[in-house]
Structure formats: structure tokens, C-alpha cells
């Protein structure tokens, strides 16, 4: 009888202790005085059915949404509290950790929901880039490859797993990787340019091109293709085209410092010193700490005559690099120490 009396106190007292951490858990995910109104209507509902964890989960995501990253651990944990056993809710705290940038903590997450559940695809793909993230590019492999055995036909697996070769330096096995990508789905945008880098590297500028004109097609707008193909456009030193290109880019977006720079190094090339000036201005504004535009702004200034600019312009590029060989020559032609 004295046993019996004991297992039900024990047994009692683990309740209770269970469903005070789960009261606690529950109040704590309640404070919160930048509530959206979106979390406040999920925090209303919680106060009508506290255990139920796909309101935890609701709001994990919403504060994940909202980039509140705290506040979605929090709510996420909240939820497995309630049931541990649901593989959808540690995917989630592994995406919620890994935005975090606790990447242990994360894999684990991810590595438990595949443990739930091993036919989760999702689980595989994102402890993949998280091992491609921290450059366990063995490990990032056997999740891609496990999750393809389960959708074979994913452009992002073929994707995910040429950018693990492109790490490797194995760049025929990247490129046969990228190229699947763009066989299963042709409107797969990165998987065009990731192939024009490695052809540009590779030397094969013909290739490069196509590969920028096939992403743009897919999207006219998207930077990356568009600055990319720019670059080769000028390096071929057809600056007209080149410069339509940046500055498209530039209206998509207004603060992409390198594109104002190149057309000034352009300007520059072509003797329009002034206009040039503007644009290593421009770029300055955009980017206070662009060192390269000092230094053309000065050597600009210099061949239109204007020494003290130029060496104001030397000086910001020392002050960001004591040791910048082109403005220390330029100080020194100009006279000063």
C-alpha cells in the first residue's frame, strides 16, 4: 500500500509539474507588447484553448513572417511542448534556428522531423543547404541525393546539388548538376546564371551570354542576369548595351552602387570625365565606403584639371587604405606627400 502511495504521488507530482511548465509556456507566449493583429487574434484564441498546438504552430509562423525570430522560437516551442511528436513543427524551429543562425540547434530540429517522418522532403532539402551553408558539403550531398530518391524530378535538388560541386571546385559535375536543373524545369532562373558564371570562368564568353540572355528572358528584370551580362557586355566593350543594362538594373534598384560605378568607369574610358565624376558620386552616396569610386573620382578630377578635388578624393581612398597604390602614385603626381 506505502508503494502504491508513493507511485501515485510521483506520478501526481510529474503532472503537475507538467501542466505548470505547460501554464507558464502558455503565458509567456502571451506577452507581447509589439503584438501584431494578427498575433493578437491568434493570442485570443490560445486564451480559449491553451493546449491546442497548431496555434502555437499558426503563430510561429506568423512572427516568422514578420521576421520576429524570437518570438517564433518561442511559439514553435510552445507547440512541441504540446506534441513532440509532430515532424512539421520541428522543420519549423530548424528554419526558425537556422535564420537564427543556431545551426546546430537547427540540424538537430531537422534531423528530428526527418526521424518523424522519412518521407519528408522538405526536411532533407533544408538540413541540405544547412550542411551546404556550413560547407559539410559530403553530408549536404547525401541529403540531396535522399531527397531526390523521393522526388526525383525537383529542379532545386539537381540545383542544390550543383552549388555543393561549384564549393568542391567540381566543375564538370556542377555543371551537368546546373543543366538538369534547367532539363526539369526551364524557367529555373539561377540554374541559367550559376551556368553562365562557371562558362565565364571556364572562358567560354559565347556560352556565358547565352546563358544571361536565357535568364533574362525568364525574367527581364532580374538583377543578377542583368549585371552579369552587363560585365561581359563591357568587358567586350560594347558600352552601349552595357550601360542599357545598368541602368535597367538601376531601376529596379536605385541603390545598386556597382552599377553606377561601371558606367562611370565607362564614362571614364570614353573621356566623359564630368558624367563620370557624377556616377563614382552617385555610387559613393549609395555606398559611403566604395573605395574604388574615391579613387576614380579623384583620377577623373585630375585629368579634368582640378587637383584639389583630386586630392580630396585620394585622401578618402587613403583614409579607407593607407596602403592604395593608385592614390598614393596619384598624390605623388600631383605633388603632394
Same mark, same amino acid.
Given at each position: 500500500?506505502i508503494r502504491?502511495f508513493?507511485?501515485?504521488?510521483?506520478?501526481?507530482?510529474v503532472?503537475l509539474?507538467?501542466?505548470c511548465?505547460?501554464?507558464?509556456?502558455t503565458?509567456?507566449?502571451? /506577452? $507581447?507588447s509589439?503584438?501584431?493583429?494578427?498575433?493578437?487574434?491568434?493570442?485570443e484564441q490560445?486564451?480559449?484553448?491553451?493546449?491546442?498546438?497548431?496555434?502555437?504552430?499558426?503563430?510561429a509562423k &506568423?512572427y516568422?513572417?514578420?521576421?520576429?525570430?524570437d +518570438?517564433a522560437?518561442e511559439a514553435?516551442q510552445a507547440a512541441i511542448?504540446i @506534441?513532440?511528436t509532430?515532424a512539421l513543427?520541428?522543420?519549423?524551429?530548424?528554419? /526558425?534556428?537556422?535564420a537564427l543562425n543556431? &545551426?546546430?540547434?537547427?540540424a538537430a530540429e531537422?534531423?528530428k522531423?526527418i526521424q518523424l517522418n522519412?518521407? %519528408?522532403?522538405?526536411?532533407?532539402?533544408?538540413?541540405g543547404?544547412?550542411?551546404?551553408?556550413v560547407?559539410?558539403h559530403?553530408e549536404? #550531398?547525401?541529403? %540531396?541525393t535522399?531527397a531526390q530518391?523521393?522526388?526525383?524530378n525537383?529542379?532545386? &535538388?539537381y540545383?542544390?546539388?550543383g552549388?555543393n560541386?561549384k564549393s568542391l571546385? @567540381? &566543375?564538370?559535375?556542377?555543371? /551537368?548538376?546546373f543543366?538538369?536543373a534547367t532539363?526539369?524545369?526551364?524557367t529555373?532562373? @539561377?540554374?541559367?546564371?550559376? #551556368?553562365?558564371?562557371?562558362?565565364?570562368a571556364?572562358?567560354?564568353? +559565347?556560352l556565358?551570354?547565352?546563358f544571361?540572355?536565357g535568364a533574362?528572358?525568364?525574367?527581364?528584370?532580374?538583377?543578377d542576369?542583368?549585371?552579369?551580362?552587363?560585365?561581359?557586355?563591357?568587358?567586350a566593350?560594347?558600352f @552601349? $548595351?552595357?550601360v542599357k543594362?545598368?541602368r535597367?538594373i538601376i531601376?529596379?534598384?536605385p541603390g545598386?552602387?556597382?552599377?553606377?560605378?561601371n558606367?562611370g568607369?565607362?564614362?571614364? %574610358?570614353?573621356?566623359?570625365?564630368?558624367?563620370?565624376?557624377?556616377?563614382?558620386g552617385?555610387?559613393?552616396?549609395?555606398n559611403p565606403?566604395y573605395?574604388n569610386?574615391?579613387y576614380?573620382?579623384g583620377?577623373c578630377?585630375?585629368k579634368?584639371?582640378?587637383?584639389?578635388?583630386?586630392?580630396?578624393?585620394?585622401e578618402?581612398?587613403?583614409q579607407?587604405d593607407p596602403?592604395?597604390?593608385?592614390a598614393?602614385e596619384?598624390?605623388?603626381?600631383l605633388g603632394?606627400q
Open positions: 500500500m502504491i508513493i507511485i501515485s504521488l510521483i506520478v501526481a507530482n503532472f509539474t507538467t501542466s511548465h505547460r501554464e507558464q509556456n503565458f509567456s507566449t502571451l /506577452v $507581447d509589439n503584438a501584431s493583429a494578427a498575433i493578437r487574434d491568434i493570442n490560445i486564451l480559449k484553448d491553451p493546449q491546442n498546438a497548431e496555434l502555437y504552430y499558426k503563430k &506568423t516568422y513572417t514578420e521576421k520576429r525570430l +518570438k522560437e514553435i511542448v @506534441d513532440s509532430n513543427y520541428h522543420y519549423h524551429k530548424g528554419e /526558425v534556428l537556422f543556431k &545551426t546546430i540547434a537547427a531537422f534531423e522531423a522519412p518521407e %519528408f522532403y522538405e526536411a532533407y532539402i533544408k538540413l543547404e544547412l550542411y551546404l551553408f560547407k559539410k559530403k549536404s #550531398l547525401e541529403c %540531396f535522399k530518391a523521393l522526388q526525383p525537383e529542379a532545386k &535538388t540545383f542544390m546539388k552549388l560541386f571546385k @567540381d &566543375t564538370t559535375n556542377a555543371l /551537368v548538376s543543366q538538369r532539363e526539369t524545369d526551364n529555373f532562373i @539561377d540554374a541559367y546564371i550559376q #551556368l553562365a558564371i562557371l562558362h565565364n571556364m572562358g567560354n564568353k +559565347k556565358a551570354l547565352d544571361y540572355n533574362i528572358r525568364i525574367n527581364e528584370l532580374n538583377v542576369a542583368l549585371y552579369g551580362r552587363a560585365l561581359l557586355l563591357q568587358e566593350e560594347k @552601349d $548595351d552595357a543594362d545598368y535597367k531601376s529596379v534598384n545598386y552602387y556597382r552599377a553606377y560605378y558606367i568607369f565607362i564614362n571614364s %574610358f570614353n573621356q566623359k570625365y564630368e558624367a563620370a565624376i557624377e556616377n563614382f552617385k555610387a559613393i552616396e549609395e565606403e573605395i569610386a574615391y576614380m573620382r583620377w578630377h585630375e579634368l584639371g582640378h587637383k584639389q578635388d583630386a586630392l580630396n578624393n585620394y578618402y581612398t587613403l579607407l596602403t592604395y597604390p593608385k598614393l596619384g598624390k605623388k603626381r603632394a
